[in-house]
């Protein structure tokens, strides 16, 4: 199926069944700054209950945990509620343990059947054949986060592409603590059987919050070496968008820069992005929370207004644009 937005200034298409998307202005050449119609994507935290892989990660920036708090579905149907769904393309939901959260996989069939399509990154360690179908059925991607042992992690992506989920990534942390991980994972993605239906690795940007406060981000040039390594070896990878101007300095002489450069998108967040936590506060990132003051969405009648088009989410956009879009928080 091919959502679409057709106005005079902001445009777009997303085939959800391979969550291709595509966004333009005025002409195709164009490329607006903001969506002025809402958020895009929304990642929702359903759950912050996580006993990590073994035990609870020692560089979560959620500190989740055991006891962490979950969102029940009447408390996210609510939510759903205040959105602007017209423009809402996908759900990113953050969740800990796969069956942390009782009510995940109603939340996910829910948000199906609005027509809007849900994904999801877990960890892995308890997911098992039940839970690797039901994910194939319901989510548009899933992305496993690798952490050690790797084993875990890549028992997982097979047990989800065996499933039938075409949409399996792997979540990589870069930091100075996980590089040899990070070019061990590129090798393995080419010679680990278990990897061979796999998508793409995503590299994700190290940032000083929460449990990973002690984190060291690379050097651009270690950066580099790793997007250069991949791409070598033509392995698919991909990046948040907190990494886009890394690697785009990482690509700068490549004869396909162009093409890299049309297709990266530095931060989003307030821009075609939004975050909710666990009690339904809105805040432009997930990693924004204790740095930016949130807004309560139970508090509000009209997300446009009270929200997305709010003098305090507009102050936000300002300080990032002002930016260059890029991070104004983290040093990454």
């Not at 508090?299 to 930016?323: A, C, H, P, T, Y």
């Amino acid at each position: 199926m091919i959502r679409t937005c057709y106005t005079n200034d902001y445009n777009w298409e997303m085939n959800t069944r391979t969550g291709f998307f595509k966004r333009w202005g005025a002409t195709e050449k164009d490329d607006p700054q903001v969506s002025p119609l809402g958020p895009e994507i929304v990642d929702i935290c359903v759950s912050k209950r996580c006993n990590g892989v073994g035990k609870p990660c020692a560089f979560c920036y959620q500190e989740s945990g055991p006891n962490g708090p979950n969102m029940s579905l009447e408390t996210y149907v609510r939510l759903f509620g205040k959105l602007p769904l017209d423009n809402l393309t996908q759900v990113a939901l953050g969740a800990g343990d796969l069956y942390g959260n009782p009510d995940l996989f109603k939340i996910m069939q829910w948000t199906r059947w609005q027509n809007v399509t849900p994904n999801i990154t877990i960890h892995g360690y308890d997911l098992d054949g039940a839970g690797a179908n039901t994910l194939a059925k319901l989510a548009g991607a899933v992305a496993v986060s690798r952490y050690s042992p790797r084993d875990v992690c890549y028992n997982a992506v097979k047990r989800l592409t065996d499933a039938g989920l075409k949409q399996v990534n792997i979540h990589m942390l870069t930091a100075v603590s996980t590089l040899s991980d990070c070019f061990e994972l590129l090798d393995d993605a080419i010679s680990d059987p278990r990897l061979s239906n796999l998508n793409a690795i995503v590299f994700l940007t190290a940032k000083q919050k929460g449990r990973g406060r002690w984190l060291q981000t690379v050097s651009v040039d270690q950066y580099g070496e790793l997007i250069r390594y991949a791409l070598e070896r033509n392995v698919r990878i991909g990046f948040d968008s907190c990494s886009c101007h890394r690697f785009l300095a990482a690509v700068k002489g490549s004869p396909n820069y162009e093409t890299f450069n049309m297709l990266a998108e530095p931060c989003e967040s307030g821009l075609f992005s939004a975050y909710i936590d666990t009690d339904g506060v809105y805040y432009p990132c997930s990693f924004s929370p204790g740095s930016v003051e949130g807004i309560d969405l139970f508090q509000i009648d009209d997300f446009m207004e009270e929200v997305w088009l709010s003098e305090k989410v507009e102050s936000w956009r300002k300080r990032l644009l002002g930016n260059g879009r890029r991070c104004p928080l983290f040093e990454v």
